[in-house]
């Protein structure tokens, strides 16, 4: 049983088909630069290796047709007819407040998805585009949308909505959404595979530390409150984005500093964060490397990033009565960086949090890094969102 997923972003497309029967990834790609000039597909079919196709492809659906001629191509390929997928799973940014689940896509569901573009207007846009255009290519095989919000649909009411007026919620659904969902969904679930128990009796906090980063509070096996909010602007520093600052700094950029309201977005979104302060890069490994060599800001950018993680761990372990039962880290960061993970935790011990050094030499890989004696089981988990969308997919269809 072969699914494939779909990631679509406005320039770039990636996807991957997985074999469900084994979870094995029989080839992945990713175009990019679709719509602009020198439009490039890269393709890897996990036995016969890497085919790049370069060209003018002006839109999604002339993208979308050479991936899937790709996907049936004799050589590169991984099926003999498009029909031998059995669903197709398309990555959805927003959700809204109707979606707790991924869902079957028809008529009714994508104009929800449109009246969505307002809370996502980078993101649910070229979602919607892919959906369309593989409908269309593959009228019949069943579409089906994972949401990055839909795992936080638990989240009570006492944590999503915001202390400003009432009616702005009710009027323009102005309230804390969280992102990054199905990957602290997959986490969780792989954690609760490795200590062999049952996630619904255990209180976890998951720390996805990507470019894009937020921490996740679980209990009960389901999300009680994330960092990221409104937008996937909020929450703990990022790569490029501010995370939580002080709401009347968007209005002084605009008022004092002579920004646009898009100049301030810009800024607030993509020259912050790490980059930001350090002003050396938003990549984490250039930033460690500055701070070594004696760089003051890059040390700093850092520390405010530990900061405010370490925060705001220490803030869902009260909100869930105390000492948690485990820690996961994961995506770049949180799978690679031993630094990160030590300097997060350096001083939790109040919170029975304590990790081995030795342990936390692991990358990449599925690891517990807690000391022995650790109250706190910590652990890197690497995501994997696209066998996350892949698995849903099935779920839906074989309901
Ligand atoms: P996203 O999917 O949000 O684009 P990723 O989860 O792929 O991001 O994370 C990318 C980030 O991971 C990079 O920008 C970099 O900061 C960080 N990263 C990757 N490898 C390492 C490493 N060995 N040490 C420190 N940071 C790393």
Redesign the pocket.
Known sequence: MKVLVINCGSSSLKYQVINMNTYEVMCQGIFERIGLEDSVLTHKNSLKGKYVVKGNFSNHKDAINLVLETLSDKKYGVVNDINEIYAVGHRVVHGGEKYSKSVLIDEEVLSYLEECVKLAPIHNPPNIIGIRVCSELMPNIPMIAVFDTAFHQTIPEVAYIYPIEYSLYENYGIRKYGFHGTSHKYVTQKLGEVLNRDIKEMKIISCHL???ASICAIKGGVSIDTSMGFTPLAGIAM?TRSGNIDPSISTFLIEECGYTAEEANETLNKKSGVLGISGVS????DI?KAALEGNKRAKLALDIFYYRIRGQIAAYAAHMGGVVDAIIFT???GE??SI?RKACLEGMNFLGIDIDNNRNNV?GEIGEISAEASKVKVFVIPTNEELMIAKETLEVILA
Request: net charge neutral; proline share 0%; aromatic share 6%.
């Open positions: 990507g470019n894009g790569g938003s990549d984490f490994r460690e995506a770049g960061i690679n960086s990160t990358r």
